[in-house]
């Protein structure tokens, strides 16, 4: 009989109290564990999570960034024994409902990615013009460079099995860490698929940090990551651009 995998849905907050509670009670209707990433939020998130039973919770005292808060995901991960983990965003851009479909989508993949572009849904958002286009640009470069056939780079709802986690090594605390993530999939030859998620944009505000809200400054230094990344692997003799591909879904 084959053994059941243990799955973690890990979510990372940062000043989420407006829709923390509603994003977990959507969570669990389809996953036991949930582990909530607190990334230094001082707007109140802290004390909803501290009166939820149902949730796991890791603080970080300050704010680090997206990258630092899923490097505790993946930490907590591989230290609790668990098969895999999906990552979804508490913004309300990633639908809960969707998390069955990432898991049952890891059992032929390392690593799931969702992609809003692989398929239109009606109700759909446009994207704001600047991030579309550094979306596709950097989606281009790391497909050209890396081999892969990717649609949606930045996507942050994704599933990924823990064997896989174990061969990434992720130090960019920001925004930027996908870059390196997708670098170093390529060079361990990592099986990666794509799935179709709606395009929710719900935060057309956000911020980057400080320079990064300037789209120019943003694509230059996601460029100045991706050709570290890349170095960095060249280095130790590691073979890129010969990337498994990247399989699209329709379903979903």
Not at 43 to 60: F, I, K, Q, Y
Not at 90 to 97: E, M
Not at 191 to 220: C, K, M, W
Request: negative net charge; proline residues 4%; glycine residues 8%.
């Amino acid at each position: 009989m084959t053994k059941r995998e243990r799955w973690l849905v890990a979510i990372p907050v940062y000043n989420e109290v407006d829709t923390v509670n509603d994003i977990l009670d959507q969570v669990a209707h389809y996953a036991s564990d949930v582990l909530v990433v607190d990334d230094g939020s001082s707007d109140g998130t802290a004390e909803v999570l501290e009166g939820r039973a149902d949730v796991n919770v890791v603080r970080h005292a300050e704010n680090q960034g997206y990258g630092a808060a899923l490097r505790s995901a993946f930490t907590y991960t591989i230290d609790h024994g668990f098969d895999g983990v999906v990552t979804l965003d508490c913004d309300g851009q990633h639908q809960p409902k969707r998390i069955p479909r990432f898991i049952e989508a890891a059992a032929a993949a390392d690593i799931v990615s969702g992609s809003r572009y692989l398929k239109q849904y009606e109700g759909d958002d446009a994207p704001p013009p600047e991030r579309m286009f550094i979306n596709r640009r950097i989606t281009s470069e790391l497909n050209q460079r890396l081999g892969f056939n990717l649609t949606d780079a930045f996507c942050g709802f994704k599933a990924y099995r823990t064997s896989a986690i174990r061969q990434l090594r992720i130090t960019d605390n920001g925004y930027a860490m996908p870059l390196q993530l997708w670098v170093e999939a390529a060079a361990a030859g990592l099986q990666v698929i794509e799935i179709p998620v709606p395009l929710i944009y719900l935060d057309l505000s956000r911020s980057f940090g400080g320079s990064l809200d300037h789209a120019e400054t943003r694509l230059n230094y996601y460029n100045q990551v991706l050709d570290d990344a890349i170095r960095v692997v060249q280095a130790e003799g590691k073979t890129i651009g010969k990337a498994k591909s990247v399989c699209g879904h329709s379903a979903g």
